[in-house]
T-cell receptor
Framework: DAMVIQNPRYQVTQFGKPVTLSCSQT?????MYWYQQKSSQAPKLLFH???????NEADTPDNFQSRRPNTSFCFLDIRSPGLGDAAMYLC???????????FGSGTQLSVL | DAKTTQPNSMESNEEEPVHLPCNHS???????IHWYRQLPSQGPEYVIH???SNVNNRMASLAIAEDRKSSTLILHRATLRDAAVYYC?????????????FGKGTKLSVKP
């Protein structure tokens, strides 16, 4: 059974049109992460939530925001997607910061 | 600055052991060493992690140098399903941050 679920698997949006990606978890983990992975590159951490505490990476563009309305769900909002934002977006969870990560299968975002 | 250095690619024969090296010469005393792998079109998957002592689990073994500046992931008998990109990661837990920053990884090919 999937424990970290990302929907949709593929998302197409238009240049400049806001888009939201979703992630849910059945593990009741405290920490939820969003990574961006471009083709043939390593995943890049955008931000993470420790419970309700939001932690942004210093080089994450302002165009990317996140919401965590409850323990189970976390959303990635891209306010004005550019062509350079086309990538795989990976959600991950961990019980605590020093614990191993569980990844979802990712959402492949295309920007037209 | 990925803070870990790995070979871009390695090849192995099926059913032979594989040793994947990683250098992390600037590691601090509290940083864990994590290994994840990513199969094509999937999210990364946890393999193993450790701090100082060598570690074993059902997937692999992790050998950590005495000075902790390098480590080696050991797959005891490679199978075709082990073909993936393997990431060696420093888990940095200083201050209020606690996150995994991926390096470029090693692409492992397994030949029948």
């Amino acid at each position: 059974d999937a424990m970290v679920i990302q929907n949709p698997r593929y998302q197409v949006t238009q240049f400049g049109k806001p888009v939201t990606l979703s992630c849910s978890q059945t593990l009741n983990h405290n920490v939820m992460y969003w990574y961006q992975q471009k083709s043939s590159q390593a995943p890049k951490l955008l931000f993470h939530y420790y419970d309700k505490d939001f932690n942004n990476e210093a080089d994450t563009p302002d165009n990317f925001q996140s919401r965590r309305p409850n323990t189970s769900f976390c959303f990635l909002d891209i306010r004005s997607p550019g062509l350079g934002d086309a990538a795989m977006y990976l959600c991950a969870t961990s019980r605590d910061r020093r614990e191993k990560l569980f990844f979802g299968s990712g959402t492949q975002l295309s920007v037209l | 600055d990925a803070k870990t250095t790995q070979p871009n690619s390695m090849e192995s024969n099926e059913e032979e052991p594989v040793h994947l090296p990683c250098n992390h010469s600037t590691i601090s005393g509290t940083d864990y060493i994590h290994w994840y792998r990513q199969l094509p079109s999937q999210g990364p998957e946890y393999v193993i992690h450790g701090l100082t002592s060598n570690v074993n689990n059902r997937m692999a073994s992790l050998a950590i140098a005495e000075d902790r500046k390098s480590s080696t992931l050991i797959l005891h008998r490679a199978t075709l399903r082990d073909a993936a990109v393997y990431y060696c990661i420093r888990g940095e837990y200083g201050g209020s941050q606690g996150n995994l920053i991926f390096g470029k990884g090693t692409k492992l090919s397994v030949k029948p």
